[in-house]
């Protein structure tokens, strides 16, 4: 019984709850990424106002049913499959889109901007298109 307890202990806590980015440490690895300058203002705005820069972040609460994972909140209903991964656009598992390795969410957002631009999130659609959005320029600067 003690051995059981020790293990999950030690599960739990190699197991990753998400994280919480800063503006900066997203916006420079975003860069790293592929997504260019002239938009990171943008992503910066549908992060902040979507998961708040978190990638733990799951809204359960879309009036069709559907779920949104992660930091860019992807939808399950077409990117991404609850239980196992390709059957689905992105080819992954909304759980992995909760984790603090952001690399294949970046990729997913991606692909989702590729074909639908910033108009596939309502909060980019509400509270960026036509707004201010937060300045980078200060995340690049040389030290």
């Given at each position: 019984m003690k051995l059981y307890f020790i293990v999950t202990v030690i599960a739990l806590l190699?197991?990753?709850n998400g994280k919480i980015f800063t503006k900066c440490e997203l916006a420079r690895l975003l860069a790293q990424n592929g997504i260019p300058g002239v938009v990171l203002p943008d992503w910066?705005?549908?992060?902040?106002?979507?998961?708040?820069?978190?990638?733990?972040a799951l809204n359960t609460k879309n009036s069709n049913g559907s779920r949104?994972?992660?930091?860019?909140?992807?939808n399950n209903r077409f990117w991404c499959a609850e239980g196992r991964a390709g059957a689905n656009e992105c080819k992954l598992q909304c759980s992995s889109l909760r984790d603090d390795n952001i690399l294949d969410d970046i990729n997913c957002a991606k692909l989702i901007y590729s074909r639908h631009g910033f108009n596939a999130w309502a909060?980019?659609?509400?509270?960026?298109?036509?707004?201010?959005?937060p300045s980078v320029k200060e995340c690049f600067k040389k030290r």
């Open positions: 190699g197991t990753s910066m705005c549908l992060v902040q106002h979507e998961s708040g820069f978190n990638t733990a949104d994972y992660g930091i860019f909140q992807i909060a980019w659609r509400d509270k960026c298109r036509m707004k201010p959005k």
